[in-house]
């Protein structure tokens, strides 16, 4: 119930390219869902997030979207750069409850 | 505003042996959360303080600790250390939603 799961585990993309990550989740009390990316050696940094009564938030390049009834959301990355190169990690929060992470799925944009 | 700040950066420690970790907030938060990151478990969550309160946990072994300071700040303790502790320890910080992380303490042990 507390799970998120993420695929894929890694992911290569041509530079501009739309690169896709998929997270899928049991507990239907989450009420908050961010994305983070993070380069070595570095912490891990908000991206953007959103809640369950919207089916999709764009920033930029960066867009959310999010299915409530099959318990899904997805980060879509528009015209890929070599700089988006990172580890990109999903996570869900119940209000109050603390953060439950995906795996992470290692993104490569080649030149 | 300054991000959230973790010292020491590197640790390098022997088993058996004991480690503080320190995390300064970002000014203004309340909540702080300490992850264990490594590479075949990925983010894994060790305990929440909120005003100086333990509000959540996470399930590690009581070897693990943490306290919050009334100005916010916290530290991590890891007593008898383990080969298998040797990870990055990250700390966040939040304002009721958004969840701020610092740049980890990357902890070794040998």
């Known amino acids: 119930q507390q799970q998120v799961k993420q695929s894929p585990q890694s992911l290569i993309v041509q530079k501009g390219g739309i690169s896709i990550i998929n997270c899928a989740y049991e507990n239907t009390a989450f009420d908050y869902f961010p994305w983070y990316q993070q380069f070595p050696g570095k912490g891990p940094a908000l991206l953007i997030a959103?809640?369950?009564?919207?089916s999709e938030k764009k920033e930029g390049r960066f867009t959310i979207s999010f299915n409530k009834s099959a318990k899904q959301f997805s980060l879509h990355i528009m015209d890929s750069q070599p700089g988006d190169s990172a580890t990109y990690f999903c996570a869900a929060r119940r209000n109050g409850q603390n953060f439950v992470f995906g795996p992470g799925t290692r993104l490569s944009v080649l030149p | 505003k300054a991000g959230v700040t973790q010292t020491p950066r590197y640790l390098i420690k022997t088993r058996g042996q004991q480690v503080t970790l320190s995390c300064s907030p970002i000014s203004g938060h309340r909540s702080v959360s300490w992850y264990q990151q490594t590479p075949g478990q990925g983010l894994q969550f060790l305990f929440e303080?909120?005003?100086?309160?333990?509000?959540n946990k996470g399930n590690f072994p009581g070897r693990f600790s943490g306290r919050q300071f009334s100005n916010s700040r916290s530290e991590m303790n890891v007593s008898t250390l383990e080969l298998g502790d040797s990870a990055l320890y990250l700390c966040a910080s939040s304002n009721q939603e958004t969840q701020y992380f610092g740049p980890g303490t990357r902890l070794l042990v040998l």
């Open positions: 959103i809640r369950p009564d919207v």
């Open positions: 303080y909120f005003s100086e309160t333990q509000r």
